[in-house]
Nanobody, 117 residues
Framework: QLQASGGGLVQVGGSLRLSCAASRRTFNTYVMAWFRQAPGKEREFVAITNWNGAFATHADSVKGRFAISTDSAKNMVYLRMNSLKPEDTAVYYC????????????WGQGTLVTVSS
């Protein structure tokens, strides 16, 4: 019900835009987020927003370089990634949770981003 895409191989300093298609209409009431998991590391939070753009929060490690956004008409969530670094290499996941919930109920399958130096 969440499908992430847009990953690939990019050089240091390059850019990518990840997309997440949300198939359920009820996702419009959910909070949407991106996480990532690098090889041998735990999954970490990247960014979070809601559908009307009232707020957006980014992890310190990506602040100023990444931007989360939504297109509610298309049920799409995006993660624009600029100035990519080798440490951004990871599988990126989109996720959704109901407002006020403590855990994410839905996860996409992940899309691999590899930043080469």
């Amino acid at each position: 019900q969440l499908q992430a895409s847009g990953g690939g191989l990019v050089q240091v300093g390059g850019s990518l835009r990840l997309s997440c298609a949300a198939s359920r209409r009820t996702f419009n009431t959910y909070v949407m987020a991106w996480f990532r998991q690098a090889p041998g590391k735990e999954r970490e939070f990247v960014a979070i927003t809601n559908w009307n753009g009232a707020f957006a929060t980014h992890a310190d490690s990506v602040k100023g370089r990444f931007a989360i956004s939504t297109d509610s008409a298309k049920n799409m969530v995006y993660l624009r990634m600029n100035s990519l670094k080798p440490e951004d290499t990871a599988v990126y996941y989109c996720a959704a949770k109901a407002k006020g919930a403590s855990t994410y109920s839905y996860w996409g399958q992940g899309t691999l981003v590899t930043v080469s130096s």
